[in-house]
């Protein structure tokens, strides 16, 4: 099983960027996938949610700028963040969790939102 991240990176604030992660060795449609986010000294926080079967849910923290979505055909969520603050800076993981109760994460990608 795999999560790979992408898309992490340097933006200005008010700026946007798009995380992916792909996923491998799993069934990808049956599997309720998040993003989380850790900044340095904080606690890990659930950013945003998506089900198999599309519905979502946001941190209040990112409410309105942030959208998560998924392509079951390709095995991909991603995560769209506009209007990026500085207090988004962080490591951005996805994470895959099924009714069983596997859950498996990726390796995590950097977003750093600075002038």
């Known amino acids: 099983v795999q999560l790979v991240e992408s898309g992490g990176g340097l933006v200005q604030p008010g700026g946007s960027l798009r995380l992916s992660c792909a996923a491998s060795?799993?069934?990808?449609?049956?599997?309720?996938m998040n993003w989380y986010r850790q900044a340095p000294g904080k606690q890990r926080e659930l950013v945003a949610t998506?089900?198999?079967?599309?519905?979502?849910n946001y941190a209040d923290s990112v409410k309105g700028r942030f959208t998560i979505s998924r392509d079951n055909a390709k095995y991909t969520v991603y995560l769209q963040m506009n209007s990026l603050k500085p207090e988004d800076t962080a490591v951005y993981h996805c994470?895959?969790?099924?009714?069983?109760?596997?859950?498996?994460w990726g390796q995590g990608t950097q977003v750093t939102v600075s002038s």
């Open positions: 994470n895959g969790a099924n009714l069983r109760g596997d859950k498996y």
């Open positions: 060795g799993i069934i990808f449609s049956t599997y309720v």
């Open positions: 998506v089900t198999s079967n599309g519905n979502t």
